[in-house]
Each structure stands twice: as structure tokens, then as C-alpha cells.
């Protein structure tokens, strides 16, 4: 089965909670705080990898979490951090959030992608020991991570896409310049997914891509569709192979009109692509054929002859395919990493309401509310107090919170006294 979209679901671990103790011995019965902090969550990471080339892994598994932080223990003891998971995809893959904003285009081995990071791990209450407060009996959750949908789009990395009609041996050709072994058949459509292949052209390697055969009316979803033809888009040149020897009994130069045309209505920049002219089975054509085809033509576009089946021709066609490349300029690779977490302004908060009730929500309320503990008088304290320092309260105050005014906050109500 080949695989080239797939939604799937990642999670960061979430961060220990920090422990809330006391030290103690048989002399101490009340001994200063010693909660340590709890451990970091891991973080989810995809990395790019040769070792596959389609994404059919994730059809059978969507879900990928890392390892939560473990809790924080008395003496100062510091929880474990959450193992890391690590996602490896094919090199080609486009990491997207569910909105399809790309995050990342993984084109290399090895390259890594940090999608999402553990939540950090909550303080002991040892960082609550403040001059006034020394037996801080409260201790901070950890950040409690959720799961994110991305979406991972394959598109092939090849630098030449080889194209034409079914059964002209494009196969046949990927399978004797390199050592790729596709499916090869005399019928149509035998190739039903790309096929990459790596050729060794004077000590540099060119990845070629043997795309499913294209059909008249492929751009409107004849035949196998233009599905495959996003597996060309990153290649900087196309061999367009042609059955010369008319096998089938249609007209080659025909064929050749047909799929332009047919690259052209699916994207400019496909009809825009450099090609080189392929035409195959020559042992079974005779000079008329090749001829004819080559008179219509033109001199526009470079022409070799090949016989797939008896290995003639290919070394020439490697030299210009090399040389052909080498005037081609890469494309610049995508560089956009966004860390999804980062998404959110851990700062922003929003006041609603009026006539004496109002409400506080935002990732500040969602971050501040999972570390206190609020029936604990100390920890609401420090809740209320963080509420004034970070300007909630002005804010209310600005939109009428008078006293004796009810102000809801994730759930809990508060009576606002001056
Ligand atoms: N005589 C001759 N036959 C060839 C040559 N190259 C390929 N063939 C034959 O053509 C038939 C089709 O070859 P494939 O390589 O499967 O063709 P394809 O273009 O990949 O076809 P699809 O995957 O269906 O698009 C097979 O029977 C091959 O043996 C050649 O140079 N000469
Ligand atoms: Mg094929």
C-alpha cells in the first residue's frame, strides 16, 4: 500500500507535579519545605529518514504521545523528565496543522522537527519559601499538555520525474539505471504508486521518480488521476517517455501533445518544467517512426533514443540528464518551523461581562488556574495576587467591576472585595 496524506494525533507528555513536603527526622518536627519540582514532559520531535518512502506506518498507528514528567518527591527530589518521542517520516513530508499551515518540510535525513515540547514540570514548594511565607504548603502542577491533530503530506524528493503514457516502459527504464525493481507488465496501468530510484551518474546520484502512466483527460481524473502528479512538483526535470514504436497503435507525437497538455491544465509550472524527450522500444521501430516524430518536433526540445529492454542508449541519456541538472538551480527548501505550542500567548487574557457579574478566560487564567490549588487560603492568595500584578483586575475595573461584583473564573466564583 502506498500512503502520501494521513492525519494523525500528537501529544507532548505533560509535566510531573512538584511535591508539597516538609523535612522531618526524629529531632525536627517541623522542618523547612523540601518538595522538589516535578520532571520535565517529553517532547514529540519528527525526524526525516531514507528508511521509508511512503507514509503507510501511520495508517496503521495515528496516535504518538511522549512520556509525562513524573512527580516531584520530598527530600528535594526532582521527578524524572518524559521520554521524547521521536516520529521518523519519509524525506519529503509536510508537517501541517489542522488548518493546512505548513510547519515544516522535512527534504533531509536526519533533519529534525521539535512540533511540540513538554510541559514543564511544577515547583516543589521549596520555591514558595518566601521571608513572610516559610512553610509554604502548596506545590505547583505540572503543565498538562493536549493532543494536536497535524496532517503529513508526501511529496516525493526526486530530481527527474519520469512521465508519459501507461505500458511505454517508464518502469522498465527506472528498473535498468537503477536498482529500484517496480513492477513491469505489458498491460496499462501496472504501476499504480512513484517508484524512486537513485542512478550513480559519474559519482553524483540523481533520484528519479517513474510516476503511474498518464492518460488524455489524467487532469480531470481519468484513469489514475493527476493524484501523482504532486509527486513530480519538486523535481527540476521530466523525461517524457514515448513509445516510439507505436506498440499500442496510437500516434507517439499524439501522446506527447496529450500529456503536455494535460501537465499544462494541472499547473503552469509543470508545463514550465525543463523535459527531455524519451523515446523507447527503438528495437521495435522502425527509422520512419522515429523520424516523423522527430520532424514534428522541432528542434525545442532535446530528443534521445533508448532501448529500455536492451539497455541501449541509457549512458548518453544519464549524461544529459546530469548535465541538464547541473544548469538547474535547487530550489530553495521551505524553511518554516513553527513549534505548535507557540502558538499560544501564555500572557493573553480576555474580561467580559457587566451589571455586576464578569468572567476572566485565556491561556494566562489556563496556565495560572493549573498551578494553584485553590481551596488551599495560601495558594489562593498567590492566585489572587498574581490576578492584580498581571492587570486582570485593572481590566475589569475598566469595564465596571465595582465591589461586592461576582467575578467567574474557570469555573469557580469570587466576590471581588476592595
Ligand atoms: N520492445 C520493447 N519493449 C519494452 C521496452 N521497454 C519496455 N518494454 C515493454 O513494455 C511493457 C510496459 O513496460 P513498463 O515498464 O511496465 O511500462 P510503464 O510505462 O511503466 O507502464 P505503466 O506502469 O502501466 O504506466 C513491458 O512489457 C516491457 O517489457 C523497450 O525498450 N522495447
Ligand atoms: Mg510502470
Do not use: C, H, R, W
Given at each position: 500500500m502506498f500512503v502520501d496524506s494521513v492525519n494523525i494525533t500528537i501529544q507532548a507528555g505533560s509535566g510531573g507535579a512538584g511535591a508539597a513536603t516538609f523535612y522531618r527526622d526524629t529531632l525536627t518536627m517541623f522542618g523547612g519545605p523540601n518538595g522538589g519540582d516535578g520532571g520535565r514532559g517529553g517532547d514529540v520531535i519528527f525526524i526525516g529518514t531514507n528508511n521509508l518512502d511512503n507514509l503507510v506506518d501511520f495508517h496503521?498507528?495515528?496516535?504518538?504521545?511522549?512520556?509525562?514528567?513524573?512527580?516531584?518527591?520530598?527530600?528535594?527530589?526532582?521527578?524524572?523528565?518524559?521520554?521524547?518521542?521521536?516520529?521518523?517520516?519519509?524525506?519529503?513530508?509536510?508537517?501541517?496543522?489542522?488548518?493546512g499551515k505548513l510547519l515544516c518540510d522535512i527534504t533531509k535525513i536526519d533533519q529534525k522537527y521539535l512540533a511540540l515540547k513538554g510541559g514543564a514540570g511544577g515547583f516543589g514548594n521549596t520555591h514558595f519559601a518566601t521571608a513572610s511565607r516559610q512553610t509554604p504548603n502548596?506545590?505547583?502542577?505540572?503543565?498538562?499538555?493536549?493532543p494536536y491533530h497535524v496532517r503529513l503530506e508526501l511529496n516525493c524528493i526526486a530530481d527527474i520525474g519520469i512521465i508519459g503514457y501507461p505500458n511505454v516502459g517508464k518502469s522498465t527504464l527506472l528498473s535498468v539505471i537503477s536498482r529500484a525493481r517496480p513492477k513491469i507488465a505489458n498491460y496499462q496501468f501496472t504501476t499504480l504508486y512513484p517508484n524512486i530510484g537513485v542512478s550513480q551518474v559519474h559519482g553524483q546520484n540523481l533520484l528519479f521518480a517513474d510516476i503511474p502512466g498518464?492518460?488524455?483527460?489524467?487532469?480531470?481524473?481519468?484513469?489514475?488521476?493527476?493524484?501523482?502528479?504532486?509527486h513530480i512538483a519538486r523535481t527540476r526535470l521530466l523525461l517524457h517517455v514515448i513509445d516510439i514504436a507505436a506498440m499500442e497503435g496510437r500516434d507517439p507525437y499524439h501522446d506527447y501533445e496529450v500529456i503536455n497538455q494535460e501537465l499544462r491544465k494541472y499547473h503552469a509550472d509543470l508545463e514550465n518544467k525543463k523535459q527531455i524527450v524519451v523515446l523507447n522500444k527503438i528495437d521495435s521501430a522502425t527509422p520512419e517512426q522515429i523520424k516523423a516524430f522527430k520532424t514534428k518536433l522541432g528542434r525545442k526540445v532535446p530528443v534521445y533514443e533508448i532501448s529500455a529492454l536492451n539497455h541501449t542508449g541509457l549512458q548518453e541519456l544519464l549524461d544529459a540528464c546530469l548535465q541538464t541538472l547541473n544548469t538547474i538551480p535547487k530550489p530553495a527548501p521551505l524553511i518554516v518551523e513553527t513549534v505548535l505550542e507557540q502558538k499560544i500567548d501564555k500572557n493573553q487574557f480576555t474580561v467580559t461581562g457587566g451589571n455586576g457579574e464578569y468572567q476572566v478566560a485565556g491561556p494566562f487564567i489556563d496556565n495560572l488556574i493549573r498551578g494553584v490549588v485553590l481551596d488551599d487560603t495560601e495558594s489562593n492568595r498567590y492566585f489572587q495576587r498574581r490576578l492584580v500584578q498581571h492587570g486582570v483586575i485593572a481590566e475589569l475595573k475598566n469595564i465596571g467591576l465595582t465591589d461586592g461584583d461576582t467575578i467567574q473564573i474557570a469555573g469557580h466564583f469570587f466576590t471581588y472585595t476592595e
Open positions: 496503521y498507528n495515528q496516535k504518538f504521545k511522549a512520556g509525562d514528567g513524573a512527580n516531584g518527591q520530598g527530600g528535594n527530589k526532582t521527578g524524572a523528565d518524559g521520554a521524547d518521542i521521536i516520529i521518523p517520516v519519509p524525506l519529503g513530508t509536510k508537517i501541517m496543522d489542522e488548518d502548596f506545590s505547583k502542577t505540572g503543565v498538562k499538555t493536549q498518464l492518460i488524455e483527460g489524467a487532469s480531470d481524473g481519468v484513469g489514475l488521476g493527476i493524484d501523482f502528479l504532486k
